[in-house]
């Protein structure tokens, strides 16, 4: 089957008690057993949920993966991966990484004894230079958050596996139907759910697919050890979700263009970050890389300083300002007071994340209204 195809099916068979062509939603907080100690697939629900774990099969079938794990949050999906990491190892991240993985990585994992670089991932000799001997895992993402930036996810990899290191990749930008980071040989892939693959700003949660068992099962075992696991009516919004990602993720990623290439000719924008545009550094990698589109996520800068663009982003009609992405409204943000805030005023402009930055998340509604809005929001 193909994707969308799959996307409709795969995990969600009608319900043989009815015919229902929708799934129940199980909401059973514990299940009967019919003898002490024996293993049944379902005991408890933080163990396992019947509508938690059709939400499962429906993404690990969209990655091309074996396994998947549902989190209450993309944040608690990214911790569990750090939690097979032990004091004394060594993380290297990709230095345009959500705000969030930052703070985890910088203020929390530190205090486990973990210690973590960030390098510059789009330069694969760069990342190489960065692993030590200690170093377990490498964190990346591509399209990168906030700056946009392209990683060539193979030679990474390949880096990545002449020294022993496993490879992670949140995949929330770019949607299984962009990138499938497992096929170019990644070993784990996060989405924070909250975004593309729930796409409609009422759900969190957060995903992990992987393709190796003895993998899955450590995870799984991390999973139910701390316990953040999605919740029966959040895994029926992503599922509900995930049948409408193919058609919505396309259909944003033309109106981004679209978007990009008004903002690239624009006199009163100094600098487009969008790989669909020839001008960025990473278009080719990305035109390889991806499959149908690049993404709906843009970041642009203002003539001007952080003022400048705080008066831009409260200016917006159509685009909403908000942190979030990934949903059917257009929303828009500055990345150094909201998203990025969290990032350490110096390792902000080390890596590029300027005082006058702002993000896009390009929506559902009509492409003409979301460029005039931002045409008169520039004048602010």
């Not at 969008?274 to 690049?294: K, S």
């Not at 203002?302 to 909403?320: I, M, P, S």
């Not at 979030?324 to 110096?346: F, K, T, W």
Request: net charge negative; aromatic share 6%.
């Amino acid at each position: 089957m193909k994707f969308r195809t799959r996307s409709i099916h795969v995990g969600n068979p009608c319900d043989p008690a009815t015919g229902a062509v929708v799934p129940p939603i199980h909401v059973a907080s514990t299940y009967v057993q019919h003898a002490a100690g024996e293993w049944r697939e379902f005991d408890y629900g933080r163990s396992g949920n019947p509508t938690r774990k059709a939400l499962e099969q429906t993404i690990a079938s969209l990655e091309n993966g074996r396994h998947a794990l549902a989190f209450a949050t993309g944040m608690a999906a990214t911790h569990c991966v750090t939690m097979l990491l032990q004091q004394g190892d060594h993380l290297v991240a990709g230095a345009d990484i959500y705000g969030g993985t930052y703070r985890l990585l910088h203020k929390i994992l530190n205090r486990s004894g973990v210690h973590v670089t960030l390098a510059n991932s789009r330069d694969p000799e760069e990342l190489e230079q960065a692993l030590r001997p200690e170093t377990r895992l490498v964190w990346l993402e591509s399209p990168g958050n906030p700056l946009m930036s392209i990683t060539d996810l193979a030679a990474c990899v390949d880096v990545a596996k002449r020294h022993g290191v496993m490879t992670a990749v949140d995949n929330t930008f770019a949607t299984p139907v962009l990138t499938r980071p497992l096929d170019l040989g990644v070993d784990i892939v996060m989405h924070s759910a909250t975004k593309y693959l729930g796409g409609h700003s009422d759900v969190l949660g957060g995903v992990l697919v992987v393709n190796q068992d003895d993998l899955y099962d450590r995870l799984y075992f991390a999973q139910n050890a701390t316990g953040a696991v999605l919740g029966p009516f959040d895994a029926f919004l992503v599922a509900r979700g995930l049948k409408t990602l193919a058609i919505r993720v396309l259909e944003q990623c033309r109106s981004a263009a679209k978007v990009a290439e008004f903002l690239a000719a624009d006199r009163r924008v100094t600098r487009v970050l969008y790989p669909g545009l020839p001008t960025h550094p990473g278009h080719e990698i990305a035109a390889r890389q991806m499959d149908g589109g690049f993404g709906a996520m843009l970041s642009f800068e203002v003539a001007g300083d952080f003022e400048k663009a705080k008066r831009v982003v409260q200016a917006t009609e159509l685009f909403q300002l908000a942190v979030s992405l990934g949903a059917v409204e257009s929303l828009i943000e500055q990345p150094a007071s909201m998203s990025h805030a969290s990032y350490d005023a110096a390792d902000r402009q080390r890596h590029g994340i300027g005082d006058g930055l702002i993000r896009i998340s390009v929506g559902l509604e009509d492409v003409d209204d979301l460029i005039r809005d931002l045409d008169q929001a520039l004048d602010a």
